[in-house]
Nanobody, 115 residues
Framework: QVQLVESGGGLVQPGGSLRLSCAAS????????MNWYRQAPGKQRELVAT???????NYADSLKGRFTISRDNAKNTVYLQMNSLKPEDTAVYYC?????????WGQGTQVTVSS
């Protein structure tokens, strides 16, 4: 079992930045592939970024260059740095831990991009 708690969301103006954090507990964090997803109102949840246990990175094509995923295994935390935010980035952002077909979710953190 893995427990995940996201933080760092909030209201930001277009063009601004936010850094989301996801703190994990309950298992060996370093062996999990960690993902960030987001879900906008009325839309399906979509994968934003992935970082594997070995540090390989993957991003949604539309977000490359603006978002950066990273992890600190010593702190059991994964981050999502979001720059040049746009109103269409408004969504609830979820942290996900995955390994051997098992997935765990956090409760989500709201990001609102608006002037």
């Amino acid at each position: 079992q893995v427990q995940l708690v996201e933080s760092g969301g909030g209201l930001v103006q277009p063009g601004g930045s936010l850094r989301l954090s996801c703190a994990a507990s309950g298992s060996i964090f370093s062996i999990y592939t960690m993902n960030w997803y987001r879900q906008a109102p009325g839309k399906q949840r979509e994968l934003v970024a992935t970082i594997t246990s070995g540090g390989s990175l993957n991003y949604a094509d539309s977000l490359k260059g603006r978002f950066t995923i990273s992890r600190d295994n010593a702190k059991n935390t994964v981050y999502l740095q979001m720059n040049s935010l746009k109103p269409e980035d408004t969504a609830v952002y979820y942290c996900n831990a995955k390994r051997l077909g098992m997935g765990y979710w956090g409760q989500g953190t709201q990001v609102t991009v608006s002037s």
